[in-house]
């Protein structure tokens, strides 16, 4: 079992940056994705980002291509999302997950979550 928590939200105005940090206990295994995801009022929760043996970042969602990047430190078992140009609606909540194996987009995939770090991006 992996327990992850999630921290670094916050309200932030329009262009801004922030940085989400997880981390993982016991560890990270190096057969596990990691993934970011979020999940704003009414909308479904999506995958914004993963990341396979630490090393491989596979596609990020489309509205946040070359604005967020993923990465993960395996030493500190600590997974990241630097977020930048921050937009309103990248306002969400924003959950660090783990499956076993290759990443998938599906949230019904992974079997680890945090509790989830509110990000409030104001206009």
């Known amino acids: 079992q992996v327990q992850l928590v999630e921290s670094g939200g916050g309200s932030v105005q329009a262009g801004g940056s922030l940085r989400l940090s997880c981390v993982a206990s016991?560890?990270?295994?190096?057969?596990?994705?990691m993934a970011w995801f979020r999940q704003g009022p009414g909308n479904e929760r999506e995958r914004v980002a993963a990341i396979y043996g630490g090393w491989l970042p596979t596609a990020y969602a489309d509205s946040v291509k070359g604005r967020f990047t993923i990465a993960q430190d395996n030493a500190k078992n600590t997974l990241y999302l630097q977020m930048a140009s921050l937009r309103p609606e990248d306002s969400a909540m924003y959950y660090c997950?783990?499956?076993?194996?290759?990443?998938?987009?599906?949230?019904?995939?992974?079997?680890?979550w945090g509790q989830g770090t509110q990000v409030t991006v104001s206009s």
């Open positions: 016991p560890s990270i295994r190096s057969n596990q994705c």
């Open positions: 997950a783990g499956r076993d194996g290759g990443c998938q987009p599906s949230p019904s995939a992974y079997n680890y």
